[in-house]
């Protein structure tokens, strides 16, 4: 097929790719994650005529076994390419002819499949990219196809390690639809939509053309909105104009980002060795949604948990790696202090203050910023939760960033925005210790740079890092559905707060942390942490554990939460051999075997790993506990008890089931415990298998310290249903400390403020707790008859015996 120089020119290229280029393809492993049928033949399409491109493909095919594309197609016994450039190459002496000598290809491939219905050839559209600075405001821009044979090659000398090459999702001839249209007209079509397809993907890489800095926030300062809020705090504060103004840039200057790719580029090299360094691996999964918005033109917010300061650099790390641009990420002020704050504003990191309260020129700086950013086309991040989780659960979304971005799209900027949640998950949390310390009362240390080389210099064995991209949330779609009349909010500033805006923001904020929950990562971790949690002393048998990874492994396979969490595929000894290695538990052995425990210092820190997936866990647990607790129960019976208690569970672990779907996840959990002879199906009712009673109860025990917080609360509620917030808050805290070291609770956050006041929040909001006095107390006694059986006598005495209002009436 080809000459024999061909092949010459084709090895030299080869050996000049072997020496200098390190290509890394996007997705990470593109048989899996897109699905390929190497089984198939395979075109190759390419955006221009490259040989360096497609001996950098080729490299990677031969490495992930897909077909040479140097190797032709045989069709009815003719010999086809397997690649074809649907452009010309840049430079003076490239031929017009590359076009029509693709569109001739790609006829010949309609036309072969219009004559033998048996042929499925997939094509299969690839690109290469070396390096990814964008261009920047006031240079001459490059043009969208890569420079020329020369400059390539010193391309190849410069960014070979920066190389990445872009698989994306195969379209079968056998799904064009060719009917009377004629074949040459056809295939001009795919060419073209190749083509776009191809510049887009450029631009979903590359980004926007980045600014000028100072220019830029000089232009802002003309901005209307940003001009009245001059005048009115050179009015309020008594001071001339040139002064607000200067109070103006001045904030300006501290929020604001000073992207650089050099610096990107850097980060990148470090991250690298850093992560190879102190992890096992990254593991990223759902990231091809997140591409395709980017290439449709799509706005992107990304919307992440908040576990750790690792976050900021792993979510920028992993987008890059993705082919995606780094996002502009709204920062604490907390960390612009040196060096970090002006490697974190060159990363994209812009500054924001804990409180916006009282400083309506600051509100007003912040606001116009953060819509330039969306004006200008940068994807933004920000966490929703404010601050870390100390706890490892979520916590209560902060809404004013959030209601922020809607009021950008009320200016009536054209360019759709979507929502990204993001879970973001760790074997080993840095700061887990730390937020131990902090919820027994210590006080939150400043971060400085002496603290950070401390942290780093003591990383090991930090296991694998997750981030699952969770369901993309269009939110032009959101308002259609929720507020339909939304457009005609639409003006110029994008400053007024219309009545429908609170609410629908609130919404909006807890539908994203529903959706972060459905990306969870289930690891060897947060398993092992779970279980030995829940078990007695905290302590079993290597034998009873790893039996019991594998209950829970076969309960969330058989009864996925959503089909977005992600679940190892290793045997639960492979996963406990894991856990075991990264020394967070207690390992003796004696003669029967080896014995798993956690001390109570590492029961505390394990809470967090445990908390992270907890929500997965809830329902199943409270199922086995109510089976456990009345052995002889039909399922409607248990659904209509987890009914009850499932609003107030909803609320704290952001679960995102309606009532249908409630339904249905109970009899499916009701089904596999069945299944997993757990519990027998006797008679229309439920009863225990006292053979495998220790595994319902391990089970049983992930729900605890959730049911006996609400038997707090609802003692009290019993007690003096006139309660108020305030009351219930505090004493409750009070019962829950004093409970908690009585009876042995290992977890922080059992008494913590933020969840006691998420669960009297959720209380108010069900109809427990209101004005109404009497009105409340049937609600109040049904749900006490649910939770009091599920209770340990024991237990159940002691609330009742430190209950201060029991003492008040009783005396």
């Not at 043009?143 to 994306?168: E, N």
């Not at 990148?268 to 980017?294: I, S």
């Not at 308002?479 to 009545?499: C, F, K, M, S, Y």
């Amino acid at each position: 097929m080809f000459s024999w120089w061909t092949k010459v020119y084709f090895f030299l290229i080869q050996l000049l790719i072997k020496i200098f280029v390190k290509s890394k393809p996007i997705p990470t492993n593109p048989i899996t994650e897109l699905e390929l049928d190497t089984a198939r033949p395979i075109l190759y399409v390419l955006p221009y005529n490259s040989q360096i491109d497609l001996m950098v493909i080729r490299s990677l095919c031969l490495q992930y076994n897909l077909p040479d594309p140097l190797i032709g197609i045989n069709i009815n016994g003719k010999t086809v390419p397997a690649y074809i450039y649907i452009d010309k190459g840049p430079g003076i002496f490239a031929s017009n002819q590359q076009r029509k000598k693709a569109i001739g290809i790609l006829r010949d491939y309609i036309s072969a499949h219009q004559q033998n219905h048996d042929l499925d050839i997939q094509m299969l559209p690839v690109s290469v990219m070396f390096g990814r600075r964008p261009d920047k405001e006031g240079k001459k821009k490059l043009s969208l196809q890569v420079l020329g044979a020369t400059s390539k090659f010193l391309k190849i000398i410069t960014s070979g390690r920066d190389c990445y090459t872009r698989f994306s999702r195969t379209v079968s001839f056998k799904d064009i639809h060719v009917d009377k249209q004629d074949l040459s007209v056809l295939a001009h079509k795919l060419a073209r939509v190749a083509r776009i397809h191809f510049s887009k993907q450029r631009m979903a890489s590359i980004g926007p053309t980045l600014p000028v800095r100072q220019a830029m926030l000089n232009n802002l300062l003309k901005k209307q909105a940003l001009s009245e809020a001059i005048r009115e705090e050179a009015k309020s504060k008594n001071i001339t104009l040139d002064k607000a103004k200067k109070n103006a840039l001045a904030n300006l200057n501290e929020i604001a980002a000073n992207f650089s790719y050099h610096m990107l580029r850097v980060t990148d090299f470090v991250l690298t060795w850093a992560w190879n360094r102190l992890y096992q691996g990254l593991k990223v999964t759902n990231a091809d949604p997140v591409r395709e918005l980017a290439q449709n033109g799509q706005e992107i917010v990304y919307v992440p948990c908040h576990r750790s300061h690792m976050d900021y650099l792993l979510l920028s790390y992993v987008l890059y790696r993705q082919g995606l641009v780094p996002p502009h990420i709204a920062a604490g002020i907390n960390l612009n202090f040196w060096p970090a704050g002006p490697i974190f504003r060159r990363l994209g990191a812009f500054f924001i203050r804990r409180s916006f309260r009282g400083n309506k020129l600051y509100t007003s700086v912040f606001r116009e910023y953060l819509a330039e950013l969306f004006i200008r086309g940068y994807a933004v991040e920000y966490f929703i939760e404010g601050g870390r989780s100390r706890t490892g659960r979520l916590l209560d979304p902060k809404t004013g960033m959030l209601m922020m971005t809607i009021q950008t799209l009320l200016r009536g900027d054209a360019r759709p925005i979507a929502i990204v949640p993001v879970y973001i998950g760790y074997e080993h949390v840095l700061e887990v210790a730390t937020y131990a310390n902090e919820l027994r009362g210590a006080k939150k240390e400043k971060e400085s740079l002496w603290r950070t080389i401390k942290a780093f210099l003591k990383l090991k064995k930090l296991g694998f890092g997750y981030v699952n991209f969770g369901q993309p949330i269009p939110l032009n779609q959101f308002l259609n559905q929720h507020v339909p009349e939304w457009r005609d909010a639409i003006e110029p500033t994008g400053t007024q707060r219309p009545q429908w805006l609170t609410p629908t923001t609130n919404l909006l904020a807890n539908k994203i942390m529903e959706h972060i929950n459905s990306s969870a990562a289930i690891n060897a971790m947060n398993l092992c942490c779970s279980i030995l949690l829940a078990a007695d002393q905290r302590a079993l048998t290597k034998i009873r554990l790893v039996e019991h990874i594998d209950y829970l492994l076969k309960l969330l396979k058989k009864v996925p939460y959503s089909n977005l969490i992600t679940i190892p595929d290793q045997t639960p000894e492979e996963l406990f051999e894991h856990a075991k290695d990264m020394g967070k538990f207690i390992i003796t052995t004696d003669k029967v075997g080896e014995m798993v425990g956690l001390t109570t210092e590492q029961a505390v820190l394990m809470t967090y790993y445990r908390n992270n997936i907890q929500h997965l866990l809830i329902i199943p647990a409270i199922v086995a506990r109510i089976v456990l607790k009345h052995n002889h129960i039909s399922s409607d019976e248990i659904l209509e008890q987890v009914k009850c208690l499932f609003p107030l569970i909803k609320s704290e672990l952001f679960l995102y089931h309606n009532d249908e779907q409630l339904t249905e996840y109970v009899h499916q959990i009701i089904a596999t415990y069945i299944d997993l002879n757990l519990i027998n199906d006797s008679t229309d009712k439920l009863v225990v298998n006292y053979l495998k009673i220790s595994g319902l109860q391990l089970l049983a025990s992930s729900s605890r310290d959730t049911l006996q917080r609400y038997a707090i609360a609802f003692s009290l509620l019993q007690k003096d249903p006139t309660i108020s917030r305030a009351t219930l808050e505090k004493e409750g805290r009070l019962i829950a400390e004093r409970l908690s070291v009585l009876h042995g609770i290992n977890s922080p956050e059992f008494f913590d403020k933020g969840v006691f006041s998420t669960l009297v929040a959720s209380l108010r909001e069900q109809g427990y707790l209101d004005d109404q006095g009497d009105e409340n107390v049937p609600k109040i006694e049904k749900m006490n008859e649910i939770l009091k059986p599920l209770i340990t006598t024991r237990v159940m005495q002691t609330i009742d015996e430190i209950n201060p209002l029991a003492k008040q009436s009783n005396s």
